[in-house]
């Protein structure tokens, strides 16, 4: 009995270590971010993470829609969580665009060059649209970017990220990392 619940227990820390281990910073707040499983409900994941349900609602206002296997949570980090020796710091900073804003204020507020910021989102112009998502660099874009080596490609109804991971010949994970 003592054996399957220490069993157990270590379990639970193991998964509760994994599912930290993603973060993503948007609009310069730090998220965990958490893929539902079949069967899971918005409170036993609040409880995993140990924040409230509202918090989690108001990051993903999504949600009152329903949860959907699959879909990717942002879950609030806790201010005594933040930053620390064990924080990556990410490549990107996702950015949401608000009216007024341009490149030039954003380079400025983040510390990094509007080439860089053109070169990361493949932007032809200076010119933002209201509610546009942008990846901002957390270092400098080296001079030259081998736009070569994507590929764009327009999402059809009925297609997954399996298929096109799969037709493509690359990971989920990649397409995912390229794809904010």
């Given at each position: ?142 001079n030259t970017a081998d736009t070569s080596q994507f590929i ?29």
């Amino acid at each position: 009995m003592l054996i399957g619940f220490v069993r157990q227990a270590v379990a639970r820390a193991a998964e509760a270590d994994s599912i930290k281990d993603e973060r993503i910073v948007v609009n310069q707040r730090e998220y965990w971010v958490h893929t539902v499983e079949k069967g899971e409900t918005l409170y036993a994941i609040s409880r995993r993470y140990g924040i409230s349900l509202t918090e989690i609602a108001t990051a993903n206002p999504d949600i009152y829609y329903g949860l959907k296997k699959g879909a990717k949570l942002r879950i609030p980090i806790p201010p005594s969580q933040r930053g620390g020796q064990n924080t990556v710091k990410p490549e990107f900073v996702v950015h949401i665009v608000e009216p007024g804003e341009n490149l030039f204020q954003l380079s400025r507020q983040y510390g990094i060059s509007v080439r860089s910021i053109r070169l990361a989102n493949r932007l032809r112009s200076d010119t933002l649209r209201v509610h546009e998502t942008l990846r901002i660099p957390t270092q400098e874009l080296p001079n030259t970017a081998d736009t070569s080596q994507f590929i764009v490609h327009v999402v059809v109804k009925g297609e997954s990220l399996f298929g096109l991971a799969k037709s493509y010949g690359v990971g989920q994970d990649d397409i995912l990392r390229l794809n904010p």
